[in-house]
Every structure is written in structure tokens, then in C-alpha cells.
């Protein structure tokens, strides 16, 4: 089974922190995804990487970050936390193909900021 | 950008009973996808259908696509209290036909009584 690893399952950090959120994948996919889940807003794509050292904007990059070094792990970086911030964040992978098909999630990271 | 958009946003049926869920979107896709996610996890996926298929089965889901209404359906038959979740459409549009990666809905919040 294909497992999608998120590093924290709740997080709490103070407002102005530099946030790391940590994803890794154990089935060699190409496509990396991190989104944000509000309540009545549903999911909202923040970054994905296609490929390692590679990333694409999604619908809400302002205030984040990414990086990709390697293949397995796809990372979310908050430079200066704030409270607009606090959020559920969903991690996803996927293999290449043609489009975006079946993505894996995370159990995902509950980050509150205070 | 938020492509496809579920109804209802809530449902409460009997055990037993089907329950149809509707997704529309707004931009030409390759495919759609249905999501199941329960309280405070991340997302499973449940069936994935192309632009080109009008429906498609998988145990007791059933998923229709209609392209020219731009719209698809999701029915859960004999439901059991364990179907209780949010369930949520994504949508993989078409290249610079809308936002790129995978776009999902706002969910419907599906509660199976006892």
C-alpha cells in the first residue's frame, strides 16, 4: 500500500515562526501536492512538484514555500507564521501519467498559530 | 481558483437508504474524481472517471459524468453507518483550461442514521 507520511499530526507555533511541514512518500511518485483545508472552503492547492527541485504555484502560494531535494519528500515552509495560517494541511502524492490521477493522502498536520 | 462545487453541502439519510451526492465544474477536464474523507483524516480515493466515460461502477458507487452539463453524480447504494464522511469531487482540468493540478470541491457532509 501506498503510504503518504506527514510528520506532525498537530502542531502549535507563535505567530512570526519559520514552520517546517514535512511529507514523504513511499511509492516513487513524480507528483507532490500540499493543500490547505478550511472549514467551508474545502481544499485549496497551495504548491506541487512534478519533479525533485521543481514546484508550481497553486491557487494560494502567498506566505508559503517549497522544496524538494529529494524524490520521497516534499516539504511546506511557512517563512513568518501568522494566525491566518492556522489550518488543516494536506499532504499528496501521485504517479505521472496523463494528468493528475488518484492522489494519496496524508492523514494530514493540524497546525494552529497563536 | 475552485473548479467543481458539490450538492448538497449536507444529507442525512436512513441506513439502508441511497444516498446521491452532485458535483458541478466550470472548465473542460481529463477526468474527475470522487473523494472520501473521514472526521479529521485525509482523503481516500474512491473512483476516478474520464472525460470520455458516462459512468462507471465500483461495489456499491456508482459515478456518472455528463460533459455537456458539466456535472457528475455519486450514488452510494445500501448505505451503512460507516459511509458517515465528507465526500468531495476533483476535477483535473484540461491544460490552460483552468487552474492546473487537481481541484476539488467543497464537499458534501454525508450522515448515515442508525
Known amino acids: 500500500d501506498v503510504k503518504v507520511t506527514q510528520s506532525s499530526r498537530y502542531l502549535v507555533k507563535r505567530t512570526g515562526e519559520k514552520v517546517f511541514l514535512e511529507c514523504v512518500q513511499d511509492?516513487?511518485?513524480?507528483?507532490m501536492f500540499w493543500y490547505r483545508q478550511d472549514p467551508g472552503l474545502g481544499l485549496r492547492l497551495i504548491y506541487f512538484?512534478?519533479?525533485?527541485?521543481?514546484?508550481e504555484k497553486g491557487d494560494i502560494p502567498e506566505g508559503y514555500s517549497v522544496s524538494r531535494e529529494k524524490k520521497e519528500r516534499f516539504s511546506l515552509i511557512l517563512e513568518s507564521a501568522s494566525t491566518n495560517q492556522t489550518s488543516m494541511y494536506l499532504c499528496?502524492?501521485?504517479?505521472?501519467?496523463?494528468?493528475?490521477?488518484?492522489?494519496?493522502f496524508g492523514s494530514g498536520t493540524q497546525l494552529s498559530v497563536l | 481558483s475552485q473548479q467543481g462545487e458539490e450538492d448538497p453541502q449536507a444529507l442525512s439519510i436512513q441506513e439502508g437508504e441511497n444516498a446521491t451526492m452532485n458535483c458541478s465544474y466550470k472548465?473542460?477536464?481529463?477526468?474527475l474524481q470522487w473523494y472520501r474523507q473521514n472526521s479529521g483524516r485525509g482523503l481516500v480515493h474512491l473512483i476516478l472517471?474520464?472525460?470520455?466515460?458516462r459512468e462507471k461502477h465500483s461495489g456499491r458507487l456508482r459515478v456518472t459524468l455528463d460533459t455537456s452539463k458539466k456535472s457528475s453524480s455519486l450514488l452510494i447504494t445500501a448505505s451503512r453507518a460507516a459511509d458517515t464522511a465528507s465526500y468531495f469531487c476533483?476535477?483535473?482540468?484540461?491544460?490552460?483550461?483552468?487552474?492546473?493540478?487537481?481541484?476539488f470541491g467543497k464537499g458534501t457532509h454525508l450522515i448515515i442514521q442508525p
Open positions: 499528496a502524492s501521485s504517479d505521472s501519467g496523463q494528468g493528475y490521477e488518484k492522489l494519496f
Open positions: 511509492m516513487d511518485h513524480e507528483n
Open positions: 512538484s512534478y519533479d525533485v527541485k521543481m514546484k
Open positions: 472548465t473542460s477536464i481529463n477526468n
Open positions: 472517471i474520464r472525460s470520455n466515460e
Open positions: 476533483a476535477t483535473d482540468a484540461i491544460q490552460g483550461g483552468g487552474a492546473d493540478g487537481l481541484t
